[in-house]
Structures are given as structure tokens and as C-alpha cells.
């Protein structure tokens, strides 16, 4: 059988962070390859903005009666647009991002649409699995939300294990495809131009180093733990800290650094479109999680050949080698993590090398049109399965 031309539809929360922007990266990649493409979602997503692909967004939109203020209705109201969208459209594929309630709401969506509803493709990214998911007010439905699904995909073998494990399934219940997140390595290139950081630090010495910190700024990003690497490294070896994204410990942070008198050195950006020139001049990003099931910017921080230093836990690993690309250090021991970046960033021949090879296993094993090329096999053979 050919392949088909697919009518397809993700779902994804809209907002910065690395599950909305993997869920993009798609839906454009296979806007590009000739599929139609919706989005279903409560905003635009942030990675839409300014696209020229032709993509439909289809807005979610929950009542505001006051009797259900609060009450959660966000998931019936995504369920019922699913429905509309699909009984216009006639769909072939759902495929939404991060389980709750998002996998629930297309199971919903199903279950109305009966026989003519699309196969559903659920992707798990993290705390969907690792945190909320196994919450027991949702463990029951997530679990049997995932049942339901047509296939589930993870972005690395330590999610798929913890998805197993956590809702006590299976390979033979729930087989789940691992499909490495990914990063376009065009744009996310080696170039060493220290402009802009020269303007967000006009002192900025020449060979001064300079430190990254990307996240979502929640409890699980350990973000104090960021703080006090800079504050060690800085003791020993006068440098800079980038910090961008935006989150509920951003606060605290920029408290501490202040408290510490470091504030000078150190830049908050908040959440950014594009900061890629920034990350590339960079010389070392600090991912210190609690959890990670994948570290998506760290992979965009090897991308451009700037080496990670991080916590030995989730799927880290599986991106980050050990002295080859960078450093990893158990959770919370901030001190072997300050020694590792002190150690990178005196020695120039050991920087270059970790450098050169983060760029070489990227190339290798995360390049965009490969990961899209197994999302499309997928989609692909559950929509030939279905018309067997
Ligand atoms: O799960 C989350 O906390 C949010 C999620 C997101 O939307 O960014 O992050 C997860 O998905 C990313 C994309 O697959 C991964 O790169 C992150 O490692 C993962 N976060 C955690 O596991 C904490």
C-alpha cells in the first residue's frame, strides 16, 4: 500500500517549554512533507507564531459560567472540540502531547466519534509519567487512557521503563515506540560570537566564561542548585550566568544571586523566541534536575557544541555522555558539578574536544528529519492498519 496524505491533528499545551515545542517541530514537519495539519489547543502555540506554513489552529475555548469556575473544564472542552474537528474533518490521526489530560480527552473524543474516529497517538513527555500522572487522583485514567491509545511514543527508553513501571503496564499491554526528541542542527549550529552577551554584560571580560540555564524555572529544576554551581565556579573563576525562562523559582532566585552580590553578573531573561545565538557563545549549560525524562535545551546546548553539566538522572544520560560531551553528577551534588565546570572551562584542548564531540553525536542521533521520518512510518501504519 502507498502512502498516504494524512489529515492530522496534534495537541499540545501552547505555552514555552520542550513538549509543546517538540508537538510543533512536528505538525510543521509534516505540514512541509504535503499532510494537512490542525492544531487543537487553548492558544496558538507559542512555536506557531509568525509560521508561514499552512497549519489550522483550532481554538479551545471553556465556558465561563460561574458555577464552573474552577472546576476543570478544560479537558471536556477539548474533548468536544476534538469531536467537532474531527466530524469535519474526518481525521486520520490525533496525536497529543503530554498525557493529562490531553490522552484523556482524545479518548473521550473517541468514544463519541465511534467508528469514524482517528487512530490516537499519545506521546508522553515527563512529568505527565514521572509526577502528575501517577498522582492516584489521576493515575486511574491516565493508565487507562494509555490502554486506549493507538500508540504511545516516549522521548527516551528511561520514560518508557517509568511509564511501565508507574502505571503498572506492560510491553505487551502498552508497547511504547521510543522516538528521541530532536533539534534542528541548522539553526542550532557552533558559532562562537559573543555579541550579545557582550551587550547583556557590557564589562565582559575577553575568555571571561559564560554559564546557561534554560528552563520552565519549577521545583524540579533544582534552579537553587543553578545558583550555587555559579556561585562556586565564580569563587574560583571570575564568570557570567545566563538564566532564561520563567517560572515559579525564578524569584528565589534572583533573591539569592542578589543576596549573594552577584546580580551584576548575572542576566535574567525570562521566556525568549530565540536565543540561539546567545546559547552557542555560551561556554557550558547547567542542568542540575531532579527529573529529566529527556533535557530538550540541553540537547540544543550540545547542538551548537556547548558542553552540559547535569544530574545523572532520567533520560539524561541517554544524551549527554559522560567526559565526552559533558559531565554528569548525582542529583543535588552541586559541588562535583561546580568541580566539572571548572574543570571544562580551564582546560581549552578538553573544552574543544567535549565541544566537537557534543556537535558530532548530535549529527549523529538527533537530527530532525529522521525522528519525523518515524513519526510519519508511524502514523502511516496505524491509518493502513485501521483500513485493513
Ligand atoms: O514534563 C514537564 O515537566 C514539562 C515538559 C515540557 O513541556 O517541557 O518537559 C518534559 O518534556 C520535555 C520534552 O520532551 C523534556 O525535554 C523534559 O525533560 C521533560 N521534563 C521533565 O521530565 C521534568
Given at each position: 500500500m502507498t502512502d498516504r496524505r494524512l489529515n492530522l491533528a496534534i495537541t499540545c499545551f501552547?505555552?514555552?517549554?520542550?513538549?509543546?515545542?517538540?508537538?510543533?517541530?512536528i505538525g510543521l514537519a509534516m505540514a512541509e512533507r504535503g499532510h494537512r495539519v490542525h492544531f487543537i489547543a487553548r492558544e496558538l502555540p507559542v512555536h506557531l507564531h509568525g509560521t508561514r506554513h499552512p497549519v489550522l489552529f483550532h481554538e479551545v475555548t471553556e465556558s465561563t459560567y460561574p458555577a464552573l469556575q474552577n472546576s476543570g473544564t478544560y479537558p471536556l472542552a477539548l474533548a468536544s472540540k476534538m469531536i467537532e474537528v474531527c466530524q469535519k474533518e474526518r481525521l486520520d490521526i490525533l496525536h497529543v502531547h503530554y498525557a493529562v489530560p490531553h490522552a484523556t480527552a482524545a479518548w473521550m473524543a473517541r468514544e463519541v466519534l465511534g467508528p469514524r474516529a482517528p487512530r490516537i497517538v499519545t506521546t508522553l513527555h515527563g512529568t505527565d509519567t514521572t509526577l502528575v500522572g501517577i498522582e492516584p487522583s489521576y493515575l486511574p485514567i491516565t493508565r487507562f487512557s494509555l490502554l486506549r491509545s493507538d500508540a504511545v511514543t516516549t522521548p527516551s527508553a528511561f520514560l518508557r521503563r517509568a511509564t511501565w513501571e508507574g502505571f503498572h503496564l506492560s510491553p505487551e499491554t502498552v508497547p511504547i515506540e521510543v522516538i528521541f526528541n530532536f533539534v534542528d542542527t541548522v539553526r542550532h549550529t557552533p558559532r562562537r560570537n559573543r555579541a550579545g552577551l557582550r551587550r547583556l554584560f557590557p564589562e565582559l571580560g575577553d575568555g571571561e566564561p559564560v554559564l546557561i540555564h534554560v528552563s520552565n524555572?519549577?521545583?524540579?529544576?533544582?534552579?537553587q542548585?543553578?545558583?550555587?554551581?555559579?556561585?562556586?565556579v565564580n569563587r574560583r573563576l571570575p564568570c557570567r550566568l545566563v538564566?532564561?525562562?520563567?517560572?515559579?523559582?525564578r524569584e528565589?532566585?534572583?533573591?539569592?544571586?542578589?543576596?549573594?552580590?552577584?546580580?551584576?553578573?548575572?542576566?535574567?531573561?525570562?521566556?525568549?523566541?530565540?536565543f540561539v545565538e546567545l546559547l552557542a557563545a555560551c561556554d557550558a549549560f547547567l542542568l542540575p534536575s531532579e527529573k529529566e525524562s529527556f533535557g530538550l535545551a540541553a540537547l540544543e546546548a550540545l547542538s551548537c557544541g556547548v558542553p552540559v553539566v547535569a544530574s545523572d538522572i532520567g533520560g539524561v544520560p541517554e544524551l549527554v555522555s559522560h567526559g565526552e560531551t559533558g559531565y554528569l553528577a548525582p542529583v543535588g551534588d552541586v559541588s562535583a558539578m561546580a568541580a566539572r565546570v571548572l574543570t571544562l572551562l580551564r582546560d581549552a584542548a578538553l573544552w574543544k574536544a567535549c565541544s566537537h564531540r557534543a556537535r558530532e553525536q548530535v549529527l549523529a542521533r538527533f537530527q530532525r528529519a529522521p525522528a519525523i521520518d518515524r513519526y510519519e512510518a508511524l502514523y502511516q501504519r496505524l491509518v493502513a492498519a485501521a483500513h485493513r
Open positions: 501552547s505555552t514555552f517549554g520542550g513538549s509543546g515545542m517538540i508537538a510543533t517541530e524555572f519549577r521545583p524540579v529544576k533544582r534552579i542548585d543553578v545558583c550555587t554551581i555559579f556561585a562556586e538564566m532564561i525562562g520563567d517560572g515559579p523559582e528565589g532566585a534572583e533573591r539569592r544571586l542578589g543576596e549573594l552580590g552577584l546580580e551584576e553578573r548575572v542576566a535574567f531573561l525570562g521566556n525568549q523566541e530565540d
